[in-house]
């Protein structure tokens, strides 16, 4: 039976990445805290964290498949993004390598790690990354650590693009507003936004174990495969397919003038310095918001890994609209 070691499995992604393996094998996770509110008891937990490399090295041993999904998505300085987001990925790469086992893993990067889109055409991996965050600077250089190991260790890397879906409280961010009447808009209304439902990202994961292992050359696009959906909605039609997955009116939408995002991502800044506690809306983050349309190809991914969504827009928005319904979120 393959066996599976997941780091990141207390995450949005990695549950629903625990719960799929554990139907073709025996998985692993690395938690900073066991619990079992999560997992069932057939999940193996091993306590420690990825900038830990004692427990690093007894968390790789013996496994077929190593999927890395922990990342910071939010942090106080670029510090706090560099040390779990590009450390993290030495660490782990260098436990790999030292314990001599023929793994493959699969990192989960991000579409933040190449940059926006520069035109109205999607952005596809053979392009020169440009990333234009703290987060997605670190996301690439997550990748750029496991290429030194390239050589030794074998890695794909899956750049995800929006990932939505059940369990997501991320995108719950989304559909508030719009289920209150209000529909804004960050960027310009005829930018393109790449998503992906995370029921399909999970089966893409899945596919890139066997696709190209990643080069150590950093021009080179071998191994990195874009995961989007095929409908990439522009901004000012995303709302009305919330909408309409939340059987709510349809509401005409409004765009935010950048100073007015600006002004709102330094506010919340302020507020994460003050009270110690990191916001996912930051400078940073409107900064990324601002830069460009977030779109990206997905034919490499069907052409080479032969991937095939199953979930489409509308219908994953209706789910996960249901699902933030039955919590009472919504």
């Not at 508030?176 to 808009?185: E, L, Q, V």
């Not at 990643?214 to 874009?226: R, T």
């Not at 506010?267 to 930051?282: D, G």
Request: with cysteine; charged share 20%.
């Amino acid at each position: 039976m393959t066996r599976f070691l997941v780091t990141g499995g207390t995450g949005f992604i990695g549950q629903h990445l625990v719960n799929r393996l554990q139907q073709i094998g025996e998985v692993r996770c690395l938690v900073r805290k066991p619990t079992k509110n999560i997992f069932n008891s057939d999940v193996e937990q091993i306590r420690g964290d990825i900038l830990d490399n004692d427990c690093l090295h007894d968390a790789v041993k013996g496994m077929d498949i190593i999927f890395h999904a922990a990342g910071a998505i939010k942090g106080l300085s670029a510090k706090e993004f560099y040390d779990t987001n590009v450390i993290g990925c030495r660490n782990l790469a260098a436990a790999i390598t030292k314990s001599s086992t023929s793994s493959t893993t699969v990192y989960i990067s991000s579409m933040a790690a190449g940059g926006p889109a520069t035109a109205s055409s999607p952005r596809t991996e053979s392009e020169t990354p440009h990333p234009v965050s703290t987060y997605g600077r670190t996301k690439l250089g997550g990748e750029y650590e496991f290429r030194k190991y390239s050589d030794n260790i074998r890695v794909t890397v899956v750049r995800p693009a929006v990932v939505y879906g059940e369990g997501d409280l991320s995108s719950l961010e989304l559909f508030k507003p719009i289920s209150t009447g209000a529909n804004y808009i960050v960027g310009s209304p005829e930018w393109k936004m790449s998503l992906i439902n995370v029921h399909d990202l999970i089966e893409l994961l899945l596919l890139s174990v066997d696709g190209e292992s990643l080069a150590s050359d950093q021009n080179s696009s071998q191994g990195i495969y874009q995961a989007a959906g095929i409908e990439a909605p522009r901004l000012d039609e995303f709302g009305y397919l919330i909408a309409d997955a939340l059987d709510v009116p349809r509401a005409k939408p409004r765009q935010i003038p950048k100073y007015i995002t600006r002004c709102y991502g330094a506010f919340f800044s302020l507020i994460s310095l003050v009270t110690r506690k990191p916001n996912l809306i930051s400078i940073d983050k409107t900064r990324e918001l601002l830069s460009g349309p977030w779109y990206i190809s997905n034919e490499k991914a069907i052409r080479d890994l032969k991937f095939k969504q199953k979930v489409y827009l509308s219908d994953g928005l209706k789910a996960a609209s249901n699902w933030y319904k039955e919590q009472g979120w919504i």
